[in-house]
């Protein structure tokens, strides 16, 4: 069964950085599009990033120039690096997959992804 794990959540002051980590098991997800999405209360889950199975990455505006998504040796763990953090990116952060080649904007639906994590909680204070 495919599960993915994240963690590395937790209460930053805003122009600080937090590190997010996701790990995936049940299966080999090396050919499988890893990224990250975010919902705030009240507001729809939205895309955050995605690698891809070559390593291409694709941002959302909000997190461009700040956010780096990666994917570890083993190709079964995606991070989320964020710096200057703003009260707005306050939100749960979930780890998302797809076995599904995708690019740029195909990345970014909600709809497409096929295995989630739990979340994980960030807060970002004024």
């Not at 996701?22 to 050919?31: D, I, K, L, N, Y």
Request: charged fraction near 15%; glycine fraction near 12%.
């Amino acid at each position: 069964q495919l599960q993915l794990v994240e963690s590395g959540g937790g209460v930053v002051q805003a122009g600080g950085s937090l590190s997010l980590s996701c790990a995936a098991s049940g299966r080999t997800f090396s050919g499988f599009v890893l990224a990250w999405f975010r919902q705030a209360p009240g507001k729809e889950r939205e895309f955050v990033a995605a690698v891809t199975t070559t390593d291409d990455s694709t941002y959302a505006d909000s997190g461009k120039g700040r956010f780096t998504i990666s994917r570890g040796k083993t190709r079964n763990t995606v991070y989320l690096h964020m710096n200057r953090l703003r009260p707005e990116d306050t939100a749960v952060y979930y780890c998302a997959s797809r076995p599904n080649v995708c690019s740029g904007y195909g990345c970014w639906r909600v709809g497409s992804y096929t295995s989630w994590g739990q979340g994980t909680q960030v807060t970002v204070s004024s």
